[in-house]
């Protein structure tokens, strides 16, 4: 059959997954199953559709014209990379997504030089055409500039341009939305320039898996490319492992992808995706050949990790009581588990039998995972984020990350200074009618937090987004921003009467009716030190009546902790708690007799 592989690929909610729907929706095949105007056929996963990110890629398909194109939706941020890397080996070509108010942004560059990298042909979708502040043509010439600084060769700058509004399901060859009437347009570039698969299937089997599925029924499923000859359901292969170690497997199941659903079949030729379960061990990056011929396919590359964290076992007086898996042997299995599909995250266990150390592309990457754990059923406890350094030829090297930022003119003065205290070096700064839009090179050690200050900064209308560059020499001591915490001193629930005592230090964590154990923190103090509190102390009733009976202070509402904020508050001396019900930040040491046994 006749055949087109293809990823869309773009920056963070540029549309991406809309304009996959409006495909679907508009497709030949596909009868669509919609429970609403703002459901995302796509967004499968909760923590995606919450955040409005894709994570996870998926897999679809569909018809036109006689053509089956399979669509591979890819993530839209660079933490997730370990995915976009891996659906490029799968397709043939790309539409990248560019929004027309905002045009490429430092995402866009990332996912644009993995298609480059890739050799793939590129279709260019200016999207959000129906905004009032679009500006096309100036978006398509910032693409034009970033082909150029990527190295694209003369036949991928030679793109075709196809303008949209993906939420009303149109496009067309000039950005005039009046005369656009459906998704035409779109389907019409992907047939005529992206190319078939190069592929023969009269040579020996190889298939590349390149993502895992896990089914109720089916087991492991993996999904993948066939490169050369023809996959037979039942069929005995040789599943080649990244050691290079060869079994023979007996293929149970063997299914395509036909809108979003799987449709087993009998057999499928090279050039198809496929989906394949009967391999319980095997991994991403791993071949399926010809049991007689055993060839392996090029193993994945996959960029280093950047940031380490602890993770390990819940220790805090409260452990076992709002989750149900606690034991050191419920988090080395899941984590186990997660390496299986994520090849940019990797787990070494420490000196302890309940601590590992994680690693992987970004904080964002590890507090997805953390989140996916606590929804779970998990309980857990992790450490502060921290970068890799690398040693090389005498030299300590770190990751280096180029930060884009915009925000209103009022704050470039603020946002500056605090780029520069963080050791940031501005390389490029231009106005844009009232938004101050800067480039800045920064080491990841000082990204690490800087998130929460800047939206304080900039009172929630700055933008920030950041994108590895690669490891430079050591950049110098990073003076950090010291807090102090409000420690509880005491193991009970808050009452109001505790609490308005802790206020007067600085900003609660918690508000009232909050159970709390000695050595959790519950506030930020004001000064660089920590203070204990017994958020708990009610006030002492007496037959007395004082002259301030009457008076009552007020309790400001508690700052709302989230895992993110969590991660980049904690010192060095700090954990976060993490259960499916609750984020909690403690010391590391409840109590100073716990301190005192721990240097002795």
């Not at 023969?200 to 190889?206: A, R």
């Not at 990797?346 to 507090?367: F, I, N, P, Y």
């Not at 007496?542 to 904690?570: C, H, M, W």
Request: proline share 4%.
């Amino acid at each position: 059959m006749n055949i087109r592989n293809i990823a869309i690929i773009a920056h963070v909610d540029h549309g991406k997954t809309t304009l996959v729907d409006s495909l679907l929706k508009q497709s030949e095949n596909f009868k669509l199953k919609f429970d609403g105007p703002q459901e995302l056929i796509m967004d499968s996963n909760e923590l995606e559709r919450e955040r409005g990110i894709t994570i996870f890629s998926k897999n679809a398909a569909l018809e036109h014209k006689g053509v089956k194109i399979n669509i591979v939706d890819t993530p839209g941020h660079a933490d997730f990379g370990g995915e976009v890397e891996r659906i490029m080996r799968m397709v043939d070509g790309a539409i990248l997504l560019i929004d027309a108010k905002e045009g490429p942004m430092p995402q866009t560059k990332f996912v644009l030089k993995k298609a480059i990298q890739a050799g793939h042909r590129i279709i260019v979708v200016i999207n959000k055409i129906d905004k009032a502040d679009a500006r096309p043509e100036w978006a398509l010439n910032q693409t034009y500039e970033l082909f150029f600084e990527l190295g694209a060769s003369e036949t991928q700058i030679e793109f075709p341009v196809v303008y949209a509004s993906a939420r009303q399901g149109k496009a067309g060859l000039k950005p005039d939305l009046s005369s656009m009437k459906n998704i035409e347009p779109l389907f019409e570039a992907i047939v005529n320039y992206i190319k078939p698969p190069e592929a023969n299937s009269s040579l020996p089997l190889q298939m590349l898996t390149v993502n895992l599925i896990y089914d109720n029924y089916k087991g492991k499923i993996a999904v993948g490319r066939i490169y050369s000859g023809v996959l037979k359901k039942g069929a005995t292969v040789a599943h080649i492992a990244r050691s290079g170690e060869i079994k023979k497997a007996q293929l149970s199941s063997l299914m395509l992808f036909s809108g979003l659903n799987r449709v087993e079949v009998n057999e499928a030729e090279a050039g198809e995706i496929v989906a394949i379960a009967g391999i319980p061990d095997i991994s991403i990056g791993e071949t399926i050949a010809d049991v007689e011929n055993p060839v392996a396919l090029p193993v994945i590359k996959i960029d280093e990790p950047t940031i380490k964290m602890t993770f390990g076992v819940n220790t805090s007086p409260f452990m076992g009581k709002e989750g149900d898996k606690t034991t050191s042997r419920n988090l080395r299995e899941r984590l186990e588990k997660e390496l299986e599909t994520d090849v940019a995250l990797s787990v070494k266990q420490t000196d302890s039998a309940d601590r590992w150390v994680v690693t992987g592309r970004g904080e964002l990457h590890l507090s997805i995972f953390i989140e996916k754990m606590r929804r779970e059923g998990y309980e857990l406890e992790v450490s502060k984020p921290q970068v890799i350094f690398k040693e090389e030829n005498g030299k300590t090297l770190e990751p280096v990350e180029l930060l884009t930022i915009e925000a209103p003119q009022d704050f470039a003065g603020n946002v500056i200074e605090l780029i520069g205290k963080r050791l940031g070096i501005m390389e490029d700064m231009r106005v844009d009618k009232e938004t101050t839009i800067m480039e800045f090179t920064i080491p990841t050690r000082g990204l690490i937090g800087i998130r929460g200050e800047f939206l304080t900064l900039t009172k929630g209308l700055g933008i920030m987004n950041s994108l590895f560059s690669g490891y430079e020499e050591y950049k110098g001591e990073l003076k950090a921003e010291e807090h102090g915490s409000i420690v509880a001193s005491d193991t009970g629930v808050s009452n109001s009467y505790g609490l308005i005592t802790a206020q007067g230090r600085g900003q609660l964590f918690i508000g009232p009716g909050v159970p709390v154990y000695e050595g959790m923190v519950t506030g930020k103090n004001a000064k660089a030190e920590d203070v204990k509190v017994n958020v708990c102390k009610a006030k002492e009733l007496t037959n007395f009546r004082s002259r301030n009976e009457g008076v009552q202070e007020k309790l400001d509402v508690p700052f709302d902790l989230t895992l993110e904020y969590a991660l980049s508050y904690i010192g060095d001396g700090e954990l976060v708690e993490v259960t499916p019900k609750s984020v909690r930040v403690r010391k590391m040491y409840l109590t100073e007799l716990q301190k005192k046994r721990a240097k002795a």
